[in-house]
């Protein structure tokens, strides 16, 4: 018998954004979900618009299991985790072990296919780097949901998330901020 998916279906207990008073809910199920979409669209736009070469079903699927370890630790608020080098450095010890508790429940007749989606291969570091900005456009995604709900609290993380995303010099992240963004600051109405 393997708890491997019971575990995961747990993500929809995970609440994102423990900090923050939000007008809807997020849970790190869905969260997961709109990182491998968007994700996905990177490595899309990358190879297609920025002669890129990379695997999008792939970028997707470690986009999918991203954020799996919080099932076990939870979501630990940003601010908490990088509050100095020494917290976001064990930190990241334990979110390793949390991976491999989980990954340890898989039946070991499959086992191997899920290795690097728990742990990063060699060959994946682009793919990875996809994956972590299209993390950080859903925060900024859920900033603007916010903002456009009323909720001021998220205009700090707004502007924050925001910079560090454009830190990050990455077209496809300028054309999707650029193309897709704009929509979530409109209502139903607006955007038929």
Not at 71 to 82: E, H, N, Q, R, S
Not at 102 to 113: D, T
């Amino acid at each position: 018998m393997s708890h491997f998916f019971s575990y995961l279906s747990r993500m929809k207990y995970i609440q994102r954004w423990g900090l923050m008073r939000n007008t809807l809910p997020e849970n790190i199920q869905e969260h997961s979900l709109q990182v491998a979409m968007v994700a996905h669209a990177l490595a899309v736009l990358r190879n297609k618009k920025f002669g890129g070469k990379v695997d999008a079903n792939r970028t997707a699927l470690l986009a999918m299991y991203h954020d799996c370890s919080e099932v076990i630790t939870g979501d630990l608020a940003t601010p908490i985790k990088c509050f100095n080098p020494e917290i976001k450095k064990e930190y990241k010890k334990i979110e390793h072990l949390a991976a491999e508790k989980i990954f340890q429940m898989i039946p070991k007749e499959i086992a191997e296919e899920y290795r690097d989606l728990f742990f990063a291969a060699d060959g994946d570091v682009e793919l990875h780097e996809l994956v972590k900005a299209a993390d950080k456009l859903c925060a900024y995604l859920k900033c603007l949901e916010e903002l456009q709900a009323g909720n001021s609290g998220f205009q700090k993380a707004e502007r924050s998330i925001m910079a560090s995303l454009m830190k990050m010099n990455l077209p496809e992240v300028t054309y999707f901020v650029e193309t897709f963004t704009p929509s979530f600051s409109l209502t139903l109405d607006e955007l038929n």
